[in-house]
């Protein structure tokens, strides 16, 4: 089945510093990558949509110049959360559109624990 | 504007017993509709998804859904439940269109008890 990986599965950083997100479709290729965040006991919530090739759709709310997304290969998107503060503390999500499948054909990573000190 | 709405924050159920996770949803636009399973610590992993076509979707792990646009319903059951199938939940809906994005609900944390 299609896998996709995150990595690191967990950080911890000092507030102020910045910290990369890897999201990587290891057997498909995905134009489309999503990015979620995922609060304790709460729903998941859009952040942002990662095309390849082209800048990120950020959805209402989220800053682009705090979260940035690169999506530079068909297998690989980047979330890098800059200047961190511990508000920025939670549970991230990718998921990959598979190229070959239908639309509303997506696979989630295993998310990545971000700890701001 | 598309939402959906999970009923029960938390189901708890004795092994062997009927698993019912409820769902309603709310479309301006035929929806597509999709049930996920998170276990700790680990991402989201599809359980079934309704696309237009059967009301009645069956999908992994014994699970299945009925479409009931008249209750604007996507109920999630199981009729015997297993000490695995404890995980949250999720509920989602398509935001429209092909754009793949998709709109969740606030989950529900199946507790089975032996």
């Known amino acids: 089945g299609a896998v996709v990986s995150q990595h690191p599965s967990r950080v911890i950083c000092k507030s102020g510093t910045s910290v990369k997100i890897e999201c990587r479709s290891l057997?498909?290729?995905?134009?489309?990558m999503f990015w979620y965040r995922q609060f304790p006991k709460k729903s998941l919530m859009l952040m942002a949509t990662?095309?390849?090739?082209?800048?990120?759709?950020?959805e209402q709310g989220v800053e682009k110049d705090k979260f940035l997304i690169n999506h530079a290969s068909l297998t690989l998107s980047t979330l890098t959360v800059t200047s961190a503060h511990p508000e920025d503390s939670s549970f991230y999500i990718c998921?990959?559109?598979?190229?070959?499948?239908?639309?509303?054909?997506?696979?989630f990573g295993p998310g990545t624990r971000l700890l701001v000190l | 504007a598309q939402s959906v709405t999970q009923l029960g924050s938390h189901v708890s159920v004795s092994e062997g017993a009927l698993v019912l996770l409820r769902c309603n949803y709310s479309s301006s636009v035929p929806p597509y509709l999709f049930w996920y399973v998170q276990y700790p610590n680990q991402g989201l992993q599809l359980l079934l998804k309704y696309t237009s076509a059967a009301t009645l979707v069956k999908g992994i792990n014994g699970f299945e859904a009925e479409f009931k646009k008249s209750e604007t319903s996507f109920h999630l059951t199981k009729p015997s439940a297993h000490m695995s199938d404890a995980a949250e939940y999720f509920c989602a809906v398509s935001r429209g269109g092909n754009t793949g994005k998709l709109i969740f609900g606030q989950g529900t944390t199946l507790q089975v008890k032996p």
């Open positions: 990662s095309n390849e090739g082209s800048k990120a759709t950020y």
């Open positions: 057997d498909f290729q995905a134009t489309t």
């Open positions: 998921s990959a559109r598979d190229r070959a499948g239908g639309w509303e054909t997506q696979y």
